[in-house]
């Protein structure tokens, strides 16, 4: 695996469904499908943007495309799951200990944690909509992405920065 970003679902999620949508920014995910070597991601996070259901996988892809666009559209641009190994499991389990992970949803979660673990582990850089949080939460369970990839050395870029650096111009 040659990319230098591990993107959270939010990444793809949000900016295909709200802030980026395919219809008004078609140059955008043209590109981006240009620079899918450039992204990695983990099989937690690729498993949360727009999965086909199991009885849906049988449907004809026109029905597919309408169901799920985004989750098409990635298979069409070979967007591909990376494997967590253990080394990468053992990490996130220490992290999931300290920053007192669970389903709060005012702090990262399990895959957030992952994510971090993959890109601490392989050197990568993690992207994400969230901003930084200007002060430190009183619980580590409010601890969002980037404060924890702060805590843990890892670098954090949001979704533009990642853009501006492979050059993406829409």
């Given at each position: 695996m040659t990319g230098q970003y591990c993107v959270d679902a939010n990444i793809f999620i949000t900016a295909w469904n709200k802030d980026y949508p395919p219809h008004v920014f078609r140059t955008l995910w043209e590109q981006l499908a240009?620079?899918?070597s450039d992204i990695v991601l983990i099989k937690p996070i690729f498993d949360e943007i727009d999965p086909i259901s199991s009885p849906d996988q049988k449907l004809p892809e026109d029905k597919k495309k309408e169901k799920y666009p985004l989750r098409v559209w990635m298979e069409d641009n070979q967007f591909a799951s990376t494997p967590v190994v253990d080394s990468v499991k053992a990490v996130s389990l220490d992290f999931e200990k300290e920053y007192e992970t669970n389903n709060n949803p005012k702090g990262a979660n399990q895959?957030?944690?992952?994510?971090i673990a993959y890109a601490k582990i392989e050197g990568k850089t993690v992207v994400a909509f969230e901003d930084e949080q200007p002060q430190r939460p009183a619980k580590k369970c409010n601890y969002k992405i980037p404060l924890v990839c702060d805590e843990q050395e890892v670098e954090c870029v949001r979704f533009v920065k990642m853009l501006d650096l492979?050059?993406?111009?829409?």
């Amino acid at each position: 695996m040659t990319g230098q970003y591990c993107v959270d679902a939010n990444i793809f999620i949000t900016a295909w469904n709200k802030d980026y949508p395919p219809h008004v920014f078609r140059t955008l995910w043209e590109q981006l499908a240009q620079h899918q070597s450039d992204i990695v991601l983990i099989k937690p996070i690729f498993d949360e943007i727009d999965p086909i259901s199991s009885p849906d996988q049988k449907l004809p892809e026109d029905k597919k495309k309408e169901k799920y666009p985004l989750r098409v559209w990635m298979e069409d641009n070979q967007f591909a799951s990376t494997p967590v190994v253990d080394s990468v499991k053992a990490v996130s389990l220490d992290f999931e200990k300290e920053y007192e992970t669970n389903n709060n949803p005012k702090g990262a979660n399990q895959n957030d944690i992952t994510l971090i673990a993959y890109a601490k582990i392989e050197g990568k850089t993690v992207v994400a909509f969230e901003d930084e949080q200007p002060q430190r939460p009183a619980k580590k369970c409010n601890y969002k992405i980037p404060l924890v990839c702060d805590e843990q050395e890892v670098e954090c870029v949001r979704f533009v920065k990642m853009l501006d650096l492979l050059g993406i111009r829409i």
